[in-house]
């Protein structure tokens, strides 16, 4: 199959490296590869583009790229006077954990809440210090998020 990217091999190694470990985030491959992809372009980039350079159909890019945006991974524009439409890596590096870190929160407050009203004893010992780990965590997170 002849290879018509831009990419080279360092760039492919990189972008395949880092999808491997956002797979463990639960991120689809192919929104883990335009993560990584998006990151390394210095231009915005056209749908075709991310196409070709990512060897995957156009649908799949628009795709992976509408799962990125959603997460503030990516921010699409628009060139004027056309309809294409390009995108570049998001501002925001801690835009992604906003939400885990507003997940965590939520967690430790039902645990608190509720941890009498579930059980008891060694159990609910067990509850006290999942909620406080959790706390912790979404603490922490805002704290490097906020930097």
Not at 4 to 33: C, K, V
Not at 117 to 126: I, L, M, S, Y
Request: proline share 3%.
């Amino acid at each position: 199959m002849l290879n018509l990217s831009n990419l080279n091999l360092e760039q492919r190694r990189f972008i395949d490296d880092l999808t491997t470990l956002l797979g463990a985030w639960s991120m689809p491959a192919n929104a883990g590869r335009l993560y990584a992809y998006l990151h390394l372009m210095n231009e915005p980039v056209s749908l075709d583009d991310i196409a070709r350079d990512l060897e995957i159909s156009k649908s799949n890019a628009c795709t992976a790229a509408k799962v990125l945006e959603a997460h503030g991974n990516a921010r699409r524009s628009t060139e004027r006077g056309t309809r294409r439409v390009l995108y570049v890596a998001g501002d925001d590096p801690g835009a992604p954990l906003r939400k885990q870190a507003e997940t965590l929160g939520r967690m430790a407050q039902l645990i608190s809440a509720r941890k009498n009203e579930v059980t008891t004893g060694p159990a609910q010992q067990r509850l006290t210090r999942l909620a406080a780990f959790h706390e912790d965590l979404r603490a922490a997170m805002e704290a490097v998020i906020l930097a």
